[in-house]
């Protein structure tokens, strides 16, 4: 399967705990997205990464969200104290020009 | 305010019969209007992109319009199938990937 590849596919935490998420692009696409999307909702940017550099975060992303894409390839996104509030469907997408390729999401479930 | 509406919210039709979502927007600056099919639980998948001008753009049964006058598409699904069973979601893109801007999509249930 050469599309985007996300990991965890669901992940159940309690609040308070940290959780990370791993997305692996397809393999030539410079550009790495990550986005939340809550029931019945379009997702939300998250932030944005240009190869390894992070080029946009959203309003959304609060001090507890960070994200990095070492060597401009994976990317990981971590939550620390997570929140019930967090609870919601994380996607990753990647594009070379312009179309959005987005992976299957996890879906983070806070106790 | 930069913001995406579709309608109806949710379609319930017969296998086979034929169907249109709407999607209007107040975006600017704009740059290509998209729609997607989302599967529940899954990613959103692109079924076309149409930039200002261009009026009409198919992908299979599939066909989407674009009047960037009145600032509304349409997405047409022709001999609906079960697998047509999804949220289709209307985005419009103000100038890069970042910065879309998302409707909340219409449920479309197809029944046999």
């Known amino acids: 399967d050469t599309g985007v590849s996300q990991n965890p596919r669901h992940k159940i935490t309690k609040r308070g705990q940290n959780v990370t998420f791993r997305c692996d692009p397809i393999s030539e696409h410079n550009r790495l997205y990550w986005y939340r999307q809550t029931l019945g909702q379009g997702p939300e940017f998250l932030t944005y990464f240009q190869n390894e550099a992070q080029l946009e975060k959203s309003r959304l992303l609060s001090d507890r969200f960070s994200a990095e894409r070492p060597k401009g390839s994976f990317s990981t996104l971590e939550i620390q104290r997570t929140e019930q509030g967090d609870s919601a469907m994380y996607l990753c997408?990647?594009?070379?020009?312009?179309?959005?390729?987005f992976g299957s999401g996890t879906q983070l479930s806070v106790l | 305010k930069n913001q995406v509406e579709q309608s109806p919210q949710s379609l319930i039709i017969l296998e086979g019969k034929n169907c249109t979502l709407q999607c209007n927007y107040t975006v600017s600056p704009f740059s290509n209007l998209r729609w997607y099919k989302q599967d529940t639980g899954r990613g959103p998948v692109s079924l076309t992109i149409?930039?200002?001008s261009e009026n009409t753009k198919s992908n299979g049964r599939y066909t989407a319009t674009l009047d960037a006058d009145t600032k509304q598409s349409s997405l047409h699904i022709t001999a609906s199938q079960l697998s047509d069973s999804a949220s289709y979601i209307c985005?419009?893109?103000?100038?890069?990937?970042?910065?879309?801007?998302w409707g909340a999509g219409t449920k479309l249930i197809i029944k046999p």
């Open positions: 985005v419009v893109s103000m100038d890069s990937n970042y910065q879309l801007i």
């Open positions: 997408a990647s594009s070379w020009t312009g179309k959005l390729f």
């Open positions: 149409m930039t200002f």
